[in-house]
């Protein structure tokens, strides 16, 4: 079967249409991207005027419902209440968003429209994942109708399980450092029901006790459970870096980004996982694309500072350490991040400065202490190392273990 030439170039033409369009959509599509980042960068710089400029320069159709929150937050946190109330309305409007529900209800608070306020909070208080009643209750933009009928009314409805009452009573425990108390409350429940919540509970409470091993154990099961919250990937990356599982933490961190990839907190998480898994390029290159957004940003700035010397390049990660300190003298890490570095050069008078300047803005450090001791012992000053090891040994510092018994025992 012959085909005409013209026939030929109708279809290359057709085919050239489609790419072009697809390219379109893939350069708009990274456009979108880039504002809506860069409003969540306004956002944490509190720049609330910016982000919402940002967002609204966005089409409507192409709007998203967390960018609706997001334009909603900025209102919200600049007073302006009316405006901030519609974009939380339209961001669950677009897909049910239960973040947008529970501003909208707090939104309608501030303006003292009790009523509204209460709608908005029962579908809130209809979704399976929630504040506390508790954190609810002691919401500060909910103290403006706390005296009102419809929040009476609110309550007379028991919107908790006894499980939620037995997870809130857990939570409370552990943040007063009750440990023992608040894991009997997660296994009872875990032995009653196994949810993910409470071994991701469990995961908490063996993390807040320095277990990491079963917090390990806790927060893997909670994810294989519900593949679907940030929280749970973000604490079990936390506790597989405790346990030295560095490559399942990367996973986890990146699950955490997958499922929330606007949170720009969480690429710096990732970059100090990279660098445990030696992967010190990858790790720069997530720093750098947090610094695109926030430049000025002092955990980016400490974190490349390390990243530099793990690449091998200290003196570079001393010029970060010292525009850190030279901005903020009061932080002992970023004096013990300089002396660490500074050790690695041999340079060992500015490495004992800058440790004698932690230890003077916080003499329970046991690093310093250990570090100190390293400086005396290469000025040949071994009593008075041998004095700042016990002292960090006394600390909880174990490395310092092995200098004492090289250098101070006879």
Same mark, same amino acid.
């Given at each position: 079967m012959k085909i005409s030439l013209t026939c030929i170039m109708q279809k290359r033409s057709i085919c050239f249409i489609c790419v072009a369009f697809l390219l379109l959509l893939s350069a708009n599509a990274q456009n979108l991207n880039?504002?809506?980042?860069? =409003?969540? @960068? &306004?956002?944490?710089?509190? *720049?609330? %005027?910016?982000?919402?400029?940002?967002?609204l320069s966005i089409s409507v159709r192409e709007r998203t419902s967390p960018m609706y929150v997001t334009l909603g937050e900025s209102f919200y946190f600049a007073d302006r209440y009316v405006e901030a109330a519609r974009f939380f309305v339209l961001a669950d409007s677009v897909r049910t968003n239960p973040e947008a529900q529970l501003y909208a209800a707090r939104a309608y608070a501030m303006m003292q429209q009790p009523a509204q306020a209460v709608e908005w909070l029962q579908k809130y208080l209809s979704q399976r994942d929630k504040l506390t009643e508790s954190e609810i209750t002691l919401d500060p933009a909910f103290e403006k109708i706390e005296r009102s009928r419809e929040w009476r009314?609110?309550?007379?409805?028991?919107?908790? =399980?006894? @499980? &939620?009452?037995?997870?809130? *009573?857990? %939570?409370?425990?552990?943040r007063r450092n009750r440990h023992t108390d608040a894991l009997a409350i997660v296994e009872a429940e875990i032995v009653r029901a196994s949810t993910a919540r409470f071994h991701f509970m469990r995961a908490k409470v063996y993390s807040s006790m320095e277990q990491y091993v079963p917090a390990h154990e806790s927060a893997q099961t909670a994810i294989r459970m519900r593949n679907n919250i940030p929280e749970y990937f973000v604490q079990a990356a936390y506790v597989a870096v405790r346990v030295k599982k560095?490559?399942?933490?990367?996973?986890?961190?990146?699950?955490?980004?997958?499922l929330e990839p606007?949170?720009?907190?969480?690429?710096?998480?990732?970059?100090?996982?990279?660098?445990?898994?030696?992967?010190?390029?990858?790790?720069?290159? &997530?720093?750098?694309?947090?610094?695109?957004?926030?430049?000025?940003?002092?955990?980016a700035l400490f974190q490349m500072g390390i990243a530099e010397i793990d690449a091998g390049n200290t003196l570079e990660g001393i010029e970060y350490f010292t525009i850190l300190i030279d901005n903020d003298r009061s932080i002992p890490e970023y004096f013990?991040?300089?002396?660490?570095?500074?050790?690695?050069?041999?340079?060992?008078?500015?490495?004992?400065?800058?440790?004698?300047?932690?230890?003077?803005?916080?003499?329970?450090?046991p690093e310093a202490w250990h570090k100190k001791g390293i400086v005396l012992q290469h000025e040949n000053k071994i009593e008075d190392a041998c004095y700042c090891w016990r002292k960090s040994l006394n600390m909880g510092y174990r490395e310092a273990?092995?200098?004492?018994?090289?250098?101070?025992?006879?």
């Amino acid at each position: 079967m012959k085909i005409s030439l013209t026939c030929i170039m109708q279809k290359r033409s057709i085919c050239f249409i489609c790419v072009a369009f697809l390219l379109l959509l893939s350069a708009n599509a990274q456009n979108l991207n880039e504002m809506y980042l860069q =409003s969540r @960068a &306004d956002m944490i710089r509190k *720049e609330y %005027a910016e982000a919402g400029q940002k967002i609204l320069s966005i089409s409507v159709r192409e709007r998203t419902s967390p960018m609706y929150v997001t334009l909603g937050e900025s209102f919200y946190f600049a007073d302006r209440y009316v405006e901030a109330a519609r974009f939380f309305v339209l961001a669950d409007s677009v897909r049910t968003n239960p973040e947008a529900q529970l501003y909208a209800a707090r939104a309608y608070a501030m303006m003292q429209q009790p009523a509204q306020a209460v709608e908005w909070l029962q579908k809130y208080l209809s979704q399976r994942d929630k504040l506390t009643e508790s954190e609810i209750t002691l919401d500060p933009a909910f103290e403006k109708i706390e005296r009102s009928r419809e929040w009476r009314e609110l309550w007379n409805r028991d919107w908790y =399980s006894a @499980a &939620d009452r037995r997870e809130e *009573e857990a %939570a409370i425990l552990l943040r007063r450092n009750r440990h023992t108390d608040a894991l009997a409350i997660v296994e009872a429940e875990i032995v009653r029901a196994s949810t993910a919540r409470f071994h991701f509970m469990r995961a908490k409470v063996y993390s807040s006790m320095e277990q990491y091993v079963p917090a390990h154990e806790s927060a893997q099961t909670a994810i294989r459970m519900r593949n679907n919250i940030p929280e749970y990937f973000v604490q079990a990356a936390y506790v597989a870096v405790r346990v030295k599982k560095y490559d399942i933490a990367l996973e986890n961190i990146n699950r955490a980004i997958r499922l929330e990839p606007y949170q720009l907190e969480l690429y710096l998480q990732r970059a100090s996982i990279l660098r445990m898994n030696q992967r010190v390029d990858d790790a720069r290159n &997530d720093i750098n694309f947090y610094f695109k957004y926030l430049p000025d940003d002092t955990k980016a700035l400490f974190q490349m500072g390390i990243a530099e010397i793990d690449a091998g390049n200290t003196l570079e990660g001393i010029e970060y350490f010292t525009i850190l300190i030279d901005n903020d003298r009061s932080i002992p890490e970023y004096f013990i991040a300089r002396a660490d570095a500074r050790l690695k050069t041999n340079n060992y008078a500015h490495a004992g400065d800058d440790l004698s300047q932690a230890l003077d803005l916080d003499p329970t450090i046991p690093e310093a202490w250990h570090k100190k001791g390293i400086v005396l012992q290469h000025e040949n000053k071994i009593e008075d190392a041998c004095y700042c090891w016990r002292k960090s040994l006394n600390m909880g510092y174990r490395e310092a273990a092995e200098y004492i018994y090289k250098f101070c025992i006879r």
